[in-house]
């Protein structure tokens, strides 16, 4: 499965982004996808995540900011970020669990400033 990201960018604290997830295969597919990040020195951690049915999940850290959606028409997952805050910033990577495999999108830099 090849995974494109885009939206990523430079923002000011408070301030919104939507990163986009676009996938190379039907998405109905898919048995979950969302995205990680990863600050520098720091281990990736989960930041959302959408399973075939509809079910989400949040890491603690953005619950209530952050959104995620996905448009089956487009094999595309999306991530609204509000309220963005410094600690947000890291590179994001959008993955894709389909059975028994995960597939890594190259990251996207997300970059909020105080």
């Known amino acids: 499965v090849q995974l494109v990201e885009s939206g990523g960018g430079l923002v000011q604290a408070g301030g919104s982004l939507r990163l986009s997830c676009a996938a190379s295969v039907s998405i109905r597919s898919i048995n979950a996808m969302g995205w990680y990040r990863q600050a520098p020195g720091k281990q990736r951690e989960l930041v959302a995540t959408i399973t075939t049915g509809g079910s989400t999940n949040y890491g603690d850290s953005v619950k209530g900011r952050f959104t995620i959606s996905r448009d089956n028409a487009k094999n595309t997952v999306y991530l609204q970020m509000n309220s963005l805050k410094p600690e947000d910033t890291a590179v994001y990577y959008c993955?894709?669990?389909?059975?028994?495999?995960?597939?890594w999108g190259q990251g996207t830099q997300v970059t909020v400033s105080s």
């Open positions: 993955y894709v669990y389909r059975w028994p495999s995960t597939s």
